[in-house]
């Protein structure tokens, strides 16, 4: 296909939203690229086939970053969905907006049109939320949104300890901007994972304006002078091009969108010449600026069994499969408990920490996941809004060579900060007298954990959250990658929409926020289309 108006590289949570949105104007047509397939795996729709997603080559390209400090020396395992659906067919589906300031203060960098004032339309236009309208949430759009099903006198207990704590619980999460706490509001739909294919995707692909390509790996952008005409990469092993008279939208992630760009010669000259890549446009910011959420987990052990481990294991797990697809009900149904946002010093202005509760636990082991036998539970939290950098460089010329990913985790005093202060929040709601009595003992990272020190390298030894952001910044400073429009600078025809576009984190998980930035972007592009399809 030759003649699309648009090429969208990546079918992910950005891509697809990209698809239907654009496709939705019956006179633009759009090719929509990815490299992994179209798979329809039980366990990518049943929320608990988490665990096994995850770890699954089919559904997950795995990456390996550099050993750093953060990472206590070891090199950490990152994962991103490949096939349609991206990171959505594959993630933990709590559901996060993001407060109004983190959008304010986008357009306050000079992202012009990014401001609350337009993405909070975009979230009521995109939601289908179970809850209602009630003010702030919408009704009607193609995102179903519910809220965590599971209950048990454990998570009351939490919920409880943690209001006792000046954390209040919320009905839903995401109409507070300050320090709130309750039952996870989850992209799940009667029983099923609802992701960025299932909302936006299968409503567009019998389309006529929509090609959509599976099982291609695109590794090159094709230039005529200073504007890319299309994309070439391999589909089965055989190399392929395809080309247009509009414009290419990155929408890869915030790993492979910068590694795109710079095997294409866009992005900081030293480097690239280095590698022996001819150097298109000298982008310093491509690849830099990367934040991710570095977590501190904590796990106990119970004295009651409040946890889904015996669930979830031997002849639990074959109950509650039964159980599942019978009513689309049970264990299998659900994903982590509780979400809430604190604040790691009472004197802040607003929450700077996520943490969620999860009625389970698993063993210390990052490459596998494996539930303890004894009945568990697993805390996690992280900085909202991280400062510490990172980066994502390519390796060589090769395409198939993994980039290299430093995360620089850890490495600000606020980030180690956020860090403490959380961990010590979850030493509190444990020791509560509403909780104690039933935890039998601290399995991680243990009692003898007490000084700051050992807080610190606890969080060096656990992971992330999967929420890389940044790497193609928009914005108006000097190394900004994108301006407002998500054009990248001093390139025709070529625009960028993922995570890598973020220039700060969002207050939670990004995954809610990328589409409703990919649905923002839509419009964008859609207003340029009309502009430029009138000047022709």
Same mark, same amino acid.
């Given at each position: 296909?030759?003649?699309?108006?648009?090429?969208?590289?990546?079918?992910?949570?950005?891509?697809?939203?990209?698809?239907?949105?654009?496709?939705?104007?019956?006179?633009?047509?759009?090719?929509?690229?990815?490299?992994?397939?179209?798979?329809?795996?039980?366990?990518?729709?049943?929320?608990?086939?988490?665990?096994?997603?995850?770890?699954?080559?089919?559904?997950?390209?795995?990456?390996?970053?550099?050993?750093?400090?953060?990472?206590?020396?070891?090199?950490?395992?990152?994962?991103?969905?490949?096939?349609?659906?991206?990171?959505?067919?594959?993630?933990?589906?709590?559901?996060?907006?993001?407060?109004?300031?983190?959008?304010?203060?986008?357009?306050?960098?000079?992202?012009?049109?990014?401001?609350?004032?337009?993405? =909070?339309?975009?979230?009521?236009?995109?939601?289908?939320? /179970? +809850?209602?309208? =009630?003010?702030?949430?919408? *009704?009607? =759009?193609?995102? &179903?949104?519910?809220?965590?099903?599971?209950?048990?006198?454990?998570?009351?207990?939490? +919920?409880?300890?943690?209001?006792?704590?000046?954390?209040? !619980?919320?009905?839903?999460?995401?109409?507070?901007?300050?320090?709130?706490?309750?039952?996870?509001?989850?992209?799940?739909?009667?029983? !099923?994972?609802?992701?960025? !294919?299932?909302?936006? #995707?299968?409503?567009?692909?019998? !389309?006529?304006?929509?090609?959509?390509?599976?099982? /291609?790996? @695109?590794?090159?952008?094709?230039?005529?002078? /200073?504007?890319?005409?299309?994309?070439?990469?391999?589909?089965?092993?055989?190399?392929?091009?395809?080309?247009?008279?509009?414009?290419?939208?990155?929408?890869?992630?915030?790993?492979?969108?910068?590694?795109?760009?710079? +095997?294409?010669?866009?992005?900081?000259?030293?480097?690239?010449?280095?590698?022996?890549?001819?150097?298109?446009?000298?982008?310093?910011?491509?690849?830099? &600026?990367?934040?991710? &959420?570095?977590?501190?987990?904590?796990?106990?052990?119970?004295?009651?069994?409040?946890?889904?481990?015996?669930?979830?294991?031997?002849?639990? +797990?074959?109950?509650?499969?039964?159980?599942?697809? *019978?009513?689309?009900? =049970?264990?299998?149904?659900?994903?982590?408990?509780?979400?809430?946002?604190?604040?790691?010093?009472?004197?802040?202005?607003?929450?700077?920490?996520?943490?969620?509760?999860?009625?389970?636990?698993?063993?210390?082991? #990052?490459?596998?996941?494996?539930?303890?036998?004894?009945?568990?539970?697993?805390?996690?939290?992280?900085?909202?809004?991280?400062?510490?950098?990172?980066?994502?460089?390519?390796?060589?010329?090769?395409?198939?060579?993994?980039p290299i990913i430093k995360t620089n985790f850890l490495s600000t005093e606020h980030d180690r900060d956020v860090i403490i202060g959380t961990f010590r929040f979850f030493r509190s709601i444990f020791g509560h007298e509403k909780v104690a009595p039933m935890i039998k003992a601290e399995t991680w990272p243990g009692p003898q954990v007490q000084s700051d020190d050992e807080?610190?390298?606890?969080?060096?030894?656990?992971?992330?959250?999967?929420?890389? @952001?940044?790497?193609?910044?928009?914005?108006?400073?000097?190394?900004?990658?994108?301006?407002?429009?998500?054009?990248?600078?001093?390139?025709?025809?070529?625009?960028?929409?993922?995570?890598?576009?973020?220039?700060?984190?969002?207050?939670?998980?990004?995954?809610?926020?990328?589409?409703?930035?990919?649905?923002?972007a839509s419009e964008i592009f859609l207003e340029d289309w009309h502009s430029a399809d009138r000047s022709s």
């Amino acid at each position: 296909m030759n003649n699309a108006d648009f090429i969208i590289v990546g079918a992910g949570s950005a891509g697809c939203v990209l698809a239907e949105r654009l496709s939705s104007n019956p006179k633009v047509q759009v090719l929509l690229i990815e490299a992994g397939g179209r798979t329809n795996s039980a366990l990518v729709t049943m929320p608990m086939g988490i665990g096994r997603t995850l770890m699954d080559q089919r559904l997950t390209t795995i990456f390996m970053t550099e050993p750093d400090m953060g990472n206590g020396n070891q090199p950490a395992i990152w994962m991103r969905g490949r096939g349609l659906g991206g990171s959505s067919a594959i993630n933990g589906m709590i559901y996060c907006r993001g407060h109004p300031e983190d959008y304010d203060s986008w357009a306050r960098q000079g992202c012009t049109g990014w401001g609350w004032d337009q993405m =909070g339309r975009v979230f009521k236009q995109m939601e289908d939320h /179970t +809850l209602g309208d =009630g003010g702030k949430r919408g *009704v009607g =759009g193609p995102l &179903h949104v519910s809220i965590q099903r599971h209950r048990s006198p454990l998570t009351e207990a939490l +919920l409880d300890a943690a209001t006792d704590l000046g954390v209040p !619980r919320a009905e839903d999460a995401n109409e507070s901007d300050d320090a709130t706490i309750g039952y996870s509001p989850v992209t799940i739909h009667k029983g !099923r994972r609802w992701s960025s !294919r299932d909302a936006f #995707l299968r409503r567009a692909e019998k !389309r006529s304006n929509l090609t959509i390509v599976t099982d /291609t790996a @695109i590794n090159r952008l094709l230039f005529d002078g /200073t504007r890319v005409r299309g994309v070439a990469g391999r589909c089965n092993g055989l190399p392929v091009e395809y080309r247009t008279a509009g414009e290419v939208i990155l929408a890869a992630g915030a790993l492979a969108t910068p590694k795109l760009l710079q +095997l294409s010669g866009i992005g900081p000259a030293e480097e690239l010449r280095s590698l022996g890549i001819e150097v298109k446009f000298d982008h310093p910011g491509v690849g830099r &600026h990367m934040r991710e &959420h570095k977590i501190i987990t904590t796990q106990v052990s119970l004295n009651q069994d409040y946890s889904h481990n015996s669930r979830l294991q031997g002849t639990g +797990l074959l109950a509650e499969t039964l159980r599942y697809f *019978v009513s689309r009900s =049970g264990v299998l149904a659900t994903t982590y408990d509780i979400n809430g946002f604190i604040k790691s010093r009472p004197d802040l202005p607003r929450p700077d920490a996520q943490v969620t509760f999860w009625s389970l636990s698993t063993k210390r082991n #990052l490459a596998k996941i494996e539930l303890e036998p004894h009945p568990g539970l697993n805390a996690m939290g992280y900085p909202a809004r991280t400062t510490s950098e990172g980066s994502v460089l390519v390796r060589s010329a090769n395409p198939d060579d993994a980039p290299i990913i430093k995360t620089n985790f850890l490495s600000t005093e606020h980030d180690r900060d956020v860090i403490i202060g959380t961990f010590r929040f979850f030493r509190s709601i444990f020791g509560h007298e509403k909780v104690a009595p039933m935890i039998k003992a601290e399995t991680w990272p243990g009692p003898q954990v007490q000084s700051d020190d050992e807080i610190l390298d606890a969080a060096r030894a656990d992971g992330t959250c999967q929420h890389a @952001i940044g790497t193609c910044r928009m914005g108006d400073s000097n190394d900004a990658v994108l301006d407002a429009r998500l054009r990248v600078k001093g390139v025709s025809g070529l625009r960028v929409m993922d995570c890598s576009v973020m220039p700060e984190q969002v207050t939670g998980n990004t995954n809610g926020p990328i589409m409703a930035l990919a649905w923002r972007a839509s419009e964008i592009f859609l207003e340029d289309w009309h502009s430029a399809d009138r000047s022709s």
